[in-house]
Structure formats: structure tokens, C-alpha cells
């Protein structure tokens, strides 16, 4: 493939929808802004309302730990699948199903909620499936960024999907879901249901194809096998890129092995009850929007290594004091320290990552990527809630604050971004 074709945009789309808006970005990708934040919402429900859920139907550490697991196993068997699937498909019409999908599951858990017939090994099946519907969601959006917002505003357009993603998934949705959850079990579920809903009307009014540029081969198209063969290559040999996934799941295994007993060690350490916890995770979601505000100002002004070492520092020292923190109000203070640190992470890695990845190559990239990020999880997951079982639930916060802190010295010394990058030919 040619340099020009890499990176030729793979939105075709009228004249308006390219039209510049608001602060410089497209009404598609307002649109696309608009759905994700409203999906967000739901998934913001889901949060606080569907571990409740599993602490009513269990006390067992592994089984709520499990719960919390569910939704990131479907990334070790459907990640790499899916990645290259999204570099074949119109990545519009993979939004819309997805959030189909989703509406249609999380209905049907309302439903059963309702009428009395759930349980545990309910709620792990439907999770599992939601995480399977995300997995395309997930990298369809990251894959139709850049075409709808541009390579030279990727800093700002993911500042402004972090941060709505802040406001309603962690801030709004977690207290609501849990208040929600105080008056019928089954609503939070059911108006989550809405939500993606109404993210598929959104998506509905996005404009033009959204499907990758293939190559002309003698040989026909390549097997979905030898596709996502071509992305796990390409972040093989990217070290920057590299470097960052590897860190991430560092991250990503020490956050859900302290995430996966949160809900228990609030009730234990704090004496929180439901609402007690959504104000937990509110807090959370209050450094998450500093983070959403400062991230961009922050990157333009000093190195992005920097950036990164400091903001996996910062939280790994969070998580660290939380296992000895008694009062609750110090416990939230730190809780939205890491909120902050963590944003920060997250609109700089993938940021750089769109900028790195050409077009063609962004939706097997980016599944591989987060295949490793988000299928460490699981593990970390697990993991935290056999150390809770068999050490107590601060040996499963402690081990997870941990993990995090060995990102830092790997992006020091491994070769992280030092500034903007730029796609590279394919």
C-alpha cells in the first residue's frame, strides 16, 4: 500500500457533515460524540447497579469478582476476531448493531430482574455477552476518530469523548444506578436499555461510508486469519505503540483486582451502603473530569512520557494508601486523585495510537491492543478476589495498587511517546 492510500480517509460523507462545528470538529463526529456519550449513560448504570446486583444474589468474594471479570474475558477470545472484522466491514454499521445487541440484552436482564427469575450465573452470562457487543463498539469508535474528527484534533475529540465518558459512565450513571437501584432492582437495567436506544437514532444521522481502503491483490482479499496476522505485526514492530499496550495491561490487571472487591471493602472499611458506594464512584468521576480538562493543555505544554510515568505513578500511589485510609471522605479524595491520573493516561495513549496506526490497519491494531489491556483483566480480576478470599479484601487492593505502579519505570525506561506522532505509511 502506497503512503497516500494509507492515509486516505476512509469517511465518505457529504460536504456538511465535514462541514467544521463546534470548536473545529465535524457534525459527525458530534453525532458520533453525542451517541457514545448517551450509550455511556447506560453503561454508567451498569457501574454501580450490576455489582449491587451481584451482592444481592451472592456474598461470595470469587463469585462478585467474577461479575466484575465478565465483561473483559470476551476480549481473549473475540479481540483479535473482531479487529479484523472492523477493517471490513463499514464501521457505522457495527455501531449500530452493536448497541442493538446491547439493547436487546440488557432488557432482557430488566425482564428477568423483574419477574423474580434471575441469579448470579444470569448476570455472568448477560455480562459476557455485553462485553462481547462492546469489543466491536469499542473499536469501531476508536477506528472512526480520526476520520470524523481529523489527525491534527485526535487531543481534543478524545478530551471531549473522556470527558462526557467521565461525566455520565462514572459520575452521573454510578449514583444514579445505584438511587436507581434502591427503588427496583430492575430499573437501572431497563432504562439502560433506553439508552442504547437512543444511541442507535444517533448513529442513524451519521453521514457516508465508514468502511477502511482495501489493497488490490492478485490473490483476492486475505483471510481474516492473515488480516489480523498484518495487525499483530504491525504493533509488534511500532515500539512506541508496544510499549504502551504492554503498560496498559499492567494497569488494567492492578485496576480490576482492586475494582473486582471495591464494592465489598466499601461496606467493611467504610461501612458504605448502596448509595454510600455510587458516592464512592461519584467522587472517582469527579477527578476523572479535571482529568478529561487538563489532559489536552497538559500534553501541548510537557513531554507525553512524562505525562504517562506520572499519571501511573500517581495512581498506583492512590491505590496504595487507600488499603490504610479509614475515613471515607479520604477514601474518595483518593479515589478521584486516580480518576484524574487515570484520564490522563487514557487521551494521551489513545491519542498517540490513532495518530501511529494508518487507517486501514486501526481496527486490527487497536483489538490487538486492547485484547492485551482489557484480557489482562480478567486475571487481574480473579486474582483479587483469591487474595481477598484467602488474605482478606486490603491484600487484593494492595496487590493491585502494585501492578499499576510497575507501568511507570516500563514506559521510563521502554521507549513511551515524547511527543505528537504521525501515521506512518502502511
Known sequence: MTHESALAPCHDAAAGARRPGPLGLSRDFWLVWTAAAVSGLGDGLELSA??????????????????????????????????????????????????????????????????????????????????????????????????????????????????????????????????????????PAGIDAVSYLLGVVLLAGVRGRFRPPRTSSPQGAPSLRHSVAEGLRWLRDDRVVRVLALATVLLGMGSAAAWGVMVLFARQQWHLDGAGYGLLLTASAVGSVVGSLVAAPLARRLPRRLLLVGSAAGSAAAFGLLTVTRPAALAAALLALNGLMVVVWNVVTVSERQARIPDALTGRVTAAYRMLAWGGMPAGGLLGGALASALGLRAALSAGGRRRGLAAPRVAAGGGPRGGGARPPA
Do not use: E
Open 50 to 187: 450490576f455489582p449491587l446486583l451481584a451482592t444481592h444474589w451472592t456474598r461470595d468474594p470469587v463469585l462478585v469478582s467474577a461479575a466484575a471479570a465478565a465483561m473483559q474475558a470476551p476480549w481473549l477470545f473475540l479481540g483479535l476476531p473482531a479487529g479484523g472484522l472492523v477493517d471490513r466491514w463499514d464501521r457505522r454499521k457495527v455501531l449500530l448493531i452493536a448497541d442493538c445487541c446491547r439493547a436487546l440484552l440488557v432488557a432482557a436482564l430488566a425482564a428477568a430482574v423483574a419477574l423474580g427469575v434471575g441469579n448470579i450465573w444470569l448476570l455472568l452470562v448477560v455480562l459476557f455477552a455485553l462485553g462481547s457487543a462492546q469489543i466491536f463498539f469499542d473499536t469501531s469508535v476508536q477506528a472512526v476518530i480520526p476520520a470524523v474528527a481529523g489527525t491534527g484534533s485526535l487531543v481534543r475529540a478524545n478530551s471531549l469523548l473522556q470527558g462526557s465518558s467521565t461525566v455520565l459512565v462514572q459520575f452521573v450513571g454510578p449514583a444514579a444506578g445505584a438511587a436507581l437501584f434502591a427503588v427496583a432492582r430492575w430499573l
